[in-house]
């Protein structure tokens, strides 16, 4: 299957791409409202809520741009690299984790590696997604590493 075929099929099976595809396909979270698929030899992730959807968009754009510093972009204005971008997906879901277990520490949570029950407890706790301490997720952000490329030593 040629890339333009795969993409254009991708988009007609999977109508709201889920925003943290990403993260969620790497195994660092998953998502109570998105669905995996299989398509070719590839793993697809799809949001089953558009309301969500928007909520996750809004997130991952403030991420992206609290990013800008520890990714040393001057601008996040297109796509970024595939290791940028995991490096924010992934590190922007275990910051939020980090936070509310702070926040909460006698709180236990069986969803805490669900993005949406992440993003509820964000509403719950400050109201608003751009209202969240970025500067203590931003720590996750930089510190997070993604996995070793194979045959590297």
């Known amino acids: 299957m040629?890339?333009?075929?795969?993409?254009s099929t991708y988009?007609?099976?999977?109508?709201?791409?889920?925003?943290?595809?990403?993260?969620?396909?790497s195994r660092v979270c998953n998502c109570s409202k998105?669905?995996?698929?299989?398509?070719?030899?590839?793993?697809?992730?799809a949001c089953e809520s558009a309301a969500s959807h928007a909520l996750c968009q809004e997130l991952l754009m403030?991420?992206?741009?609290?990013?800008?510093?520890?990714?040393?972009?001057t601008q996040v204005d297109g796509p970024l690299p595939h290791?940028?971008?995991?490096?924010?997906q992934c590190g922007g879901v275990k910051g939020m984790i980090e936070l509310f277990k702070g926040l909460h520490p006698d709180q236990t949570n069986a969803a805490e590696d669900d993005v949406y029950?992440?993003?509820?407890?964000?509403l719950d706790d400050f109201e608003?997604?751009?209202?969240?301490?970025?500067?203590?997720i931003m720590q996750q952000v930089t510190a997070y590493q993604g996995r070793k490329?194979?045959?590297?030593k």
């Open 34 to 45: 998105s669905s995996r698929f299989n398509l070719a030899d590839r793993e697809g992730v």
């Open 2 to 7: 040629d890339e333009n075929h795969y993409r």
């Open 128 to 136: 608003r997604l751009n209202a969240l301490p970025f500067s203590q």
């Open 117 to 122: 029950a992440v993003i509820q407890q964000a």
């Open 11 to 25: 988009a007609e099976i999977n109508p709201i791409k889920c925003a943290f595809e990403k993260a969620i396909n």
């Open 83 to 88: 290791n940028a971008e995991i490096k924010i």
């Open 62 to 73: 403030l991420l992206r741009e609290k990013a800008r510093f520890a990714l040393q972009q």
């Open 149 to 152: 490329r194979r045959g590297a």
